[in-house]
């Protein structure tokens, strides 16, 4: 699997920007699709996930504000963000988390994108 993200850019406070997150290789193993953000000297945040059944949650700092969805036909993963604010600045990651089960045992595994850059100006 490999996931690409795209849509980063600079935006003033307030505004909107839609990220996506387009994967490739065997999409159908994907579990779960997360977005992640990271700050300079900060650890990775999570934000957001979908489910491979369509769940959705999401960290409390974004909760009405950024929206997860999926367009299956295009193996894409997109995050609405809207009503940015400048804290909301940092680079945004996609994960794909895969599980593969065997009769013995699950095994886990990570597939992360390059990474995008979003600015929020106030």
């Known amino acids: 699997v490999q996931v ?4 980063g850019g600079l935006v003033q406070a307030g ?6 997150c387009e994967a490739s ?9 997360d977005w992640y953000r990271q700050t300079p000297g900060k650890s990775r ?5 979908m489910t491979n059944r369509g769940t959705t949650t999401y ?5 009405d504000r950024f929206t997860i969805s999926r367009d299956v036909a295009l193996n894409t993963w997109y995050l609405q963000m809207n009503s940015l604010k400048p804290d909301d600045t940092a680079v945004y990651y996609c994960h794909a988390g895969v599980t593969v089960t065997t009769s013995e045992r699950s095994v886990d595994f990570d597939y992360w994108g390059q990474g995008t850059q979003v600015t929020v100006s106030s």
Request: proline share 0%.
């Open 15 to 20: 505004g909107s920007l839609r990220l996506a």
């Open 4 to 7: 690409v993200e795209s849509g």
């Open 59 to 63: 960290a409390d700092s974004v909760k």
């Open 45 to 49: 945040e999570f934000i957001a996930r």
């Open 25 to 33: 290789g065997r999409v159908v193993d994907i579990t779960t699709l």
